[in-house]
Structure formats: structure tokens, C-alpha cells
């Protein structure tokens, strides 16, 4: 399984970005694709998820009303709107089979809010 991400860069606060995933070289149809973000120094952190059968999405408390995921055939999307200093973080894209709990990897995206 390749997880390929792209779409960080530096923004303003109150700005907006909008993060991809692609995957390939996987043979399973049901699954969880989830973002993380890890700042420096702390610990990596769910922000957001989906489930690839139900369509169902959890958030962190943290980005609800602000990020939306969503997800295109094999590709899932993080809008991020009104970005702020404290969402500064390098953001991993996870793909977990359903019914697993270790999954798979991308490389990771910065994302940095500053003005």
C-alpha cells in the first residue's frame, strides 16, 4: 500500500488548504482513511476520519466547524478552513483495513499557519 499526500505549504491564519491522499496497491474495500497532525513536541493526534463503507466522519474537537475530510474513489481530501497558528503541524495520512487496528503510513505534508 502507497499513501502519497501533498497540498501543505505556509498560510495565513484565517486562511485555507486543502491536503490529498492517494492511495494505491491495495486489495481491500473496506477501510478507515484518517489525517493526523503532529507539532513539534507533542504527540501525534487524530484530527479526522472516514469510513470507506458507511461514509461516516469523526473529528477532533479541535477542527469541528473548521476541517472537512472527505474522499474520491481511492484519494481522501482535508479541507482546513480558518486555519490557525495552533494547527502548525506535519500531517500523516493513515489507511486501516476494517476490522485491523495497525494500518498504513503516508510520508506526512507541513502544514504551517503563520503570518
Known amino acids: 500500500v502507497q499513501l502519497v499526500e501533498s497540498g501543505g505549504g505556509l498560510v495565513q491564519p484565517g486562511g485555507s488548504l486543502r491536503l490529498s491522499c492517494a492511495a494505491s496497491g491495495f486489495t481491500f474495500s473496506t477501510y478507515v482513511m484518517s489525517w493526523y497532525r503532529q507539532a513539534p513536541g507533542k504527540e501525534r493526534e487524530l484530527v479526522a476520519a472516514?469510513?470507506?463503507?458507511?461514509?461516516n466522519t469523526n473529528y477532533a474537537d479541535s477542527v469541528k466547524g473548521r476541517f472537512t475530510i472527505s474522499r474520491d474513489k481511492n484519494t481522501v481530501y482535508l479541507q482546513m478552513n480558518s486555519l490557525k497558528p495552533e494547527d502548525t503541524a506535519v500531517y500523516y495520512c493513515?489507511?486501516?483495513?476494517?476490522?485491523?487496528?495497525?494500518?498504513?503510513w503516508g510520508q506526512g505534508t507541513q502544514v504551517t499557519v503563520s503570518s
Open positions: 472516514i469510513n470507506s463503507w458507511s461514509g
Open positions: 493513515k489507511m486501516t483495513q476494517m476490522g485491523r487496528t495497525s494500518g498504513y
